[in-house]
């Protein structure tokens, strides 16, 4: 399934990444401490995040994450949107806590 799938069957908004929404999704890693995403968040998969500034980005990039979903309503701030549509990295929004966020996904995947 790819991103943009995902968004249409959570519910999820998009707010970057419009290239990168064809990407491949293996899977849900969900972590809120940048320097353990950064070395633990595996390829290809979602990262469910409520940092929501353009560090996160970094990280994503360094990671090779499918994409970022931030949670809990949690609002992405310019420099993240900018960097984020630099590096082709798709961003999602979800209303709902990280662990529903999750849930969901992994209920849209399997």
Known sequence: MNVKDIA???GFRIAAGEDALSR???GIYCCDLLSF???RAPENFAWITVMGNMNSVAVASLADVACIV??????PDEDMLKKAEQQDIAILLSDQPAFDTGLKMY???H
């Open 8 to 10: 249409e069957k959570c």
């Open 24 to 26: 491949s999704v293996e």
């Open 37 to 39: 995403a950064m070395g």
């Open 70 to 75: 931030l949670c809990d309503r949690v609002q």
């Open 107 to 109: 209920e849209a995947i």
